[in-house]
């Protein structure tokens, strides 16, 4: 168990429809990113919070959003789905407000998009 | 435009030999390299890191060399075991230029297959 929780664990959906993911940093970490892992893809960079404030964008579509509670808990919302949305959704946690030492990976949501 | 690259998408080896995975990267404002192993239905974990000030680092059975001329590192797994059996990232940042706001770049993996 790395402590970083993400739910759900698996969601399956119809195009067109919106869902919302959930992550639970490790206890202390202020910072939290979401990557995307389609097949055969390494793992792209979406979003970085720290302590609530959005920190860096990367290559995140308009139909996609994050925000980060005041507990440090976020959701990635993704609206609008198409089949190719289809993908392992990762979240990462770190103390600092910086990601250039690396952080801890939950096990993912798996999205699959009907 | 792929800034970090792992150019063999699988590697098999025969257990108790050397695994070698190999990364090149592009952009020479990295300055701090990562590996990252993946069990499948698990997160990527931290394996091992290297800054570009060094061009080796050592943990047990894991070596990361770092070639900053050629832009290449490589992981050297000795020996390998069945355990070793994953998915391995090589991912890469700028921690001394300050663009780490934006994380790590990672490369797409090497699935890594020990024989018994």
Known sequence: DSGVTQTPKHLITATGQRVTLRCSPRSGDLSVYWYQQSLDQGLQFLIHYY??????KGNILERFSAQQFPD???ELNLSSLELG???????????????SYGYTF????????? | DQQVKQNSPSLSVQEGRI??????YTNSMFDYFLWYKKYPAEGPTFLISI???????????????LNKSAKHLSL????????????????????????GA???TFGKGTHLIIQP
């Not at chain 2, 800054?51 to 060399?65: C, P």
Request: proline share 2%; with cysteine; hydrophobic share 30%.
């Open chain 1, 51 to 56: 302590n609530g404030e959005e920190r860096a």
């Open chain 1, 72 to 74: 440090l808990h976020s």
């Open chain 1, 85 to 99: 949305d289809s993908a392992l959704y990762f979240c990462a946690s770190s103390v600092a407000r910086q990601g």
């Open chain 1, 106 to 114: 939950g096990s993912g949501t798996r999205l699959t998009v009907v």
């Open chain 2, 19 to 24: 695994s070698i995975l190999n990364c090149d």
């Open chain 2, 51 to 65: 800054s570009s000030i060094k061009d080796k680092n050592e943990d047990g059975r894991f070596t990361v060399f």
């Open chain 2, 76 to 99: 050297h797994i000795v020996p390998s075991q069945p355990g070793d059996s994953a998915v391995y990232f090589c991912a890469a940042s700028e921690v001394y230029s300050g663009g």
């Open chain 2, 102 to 104: 934006d994380g790590l």
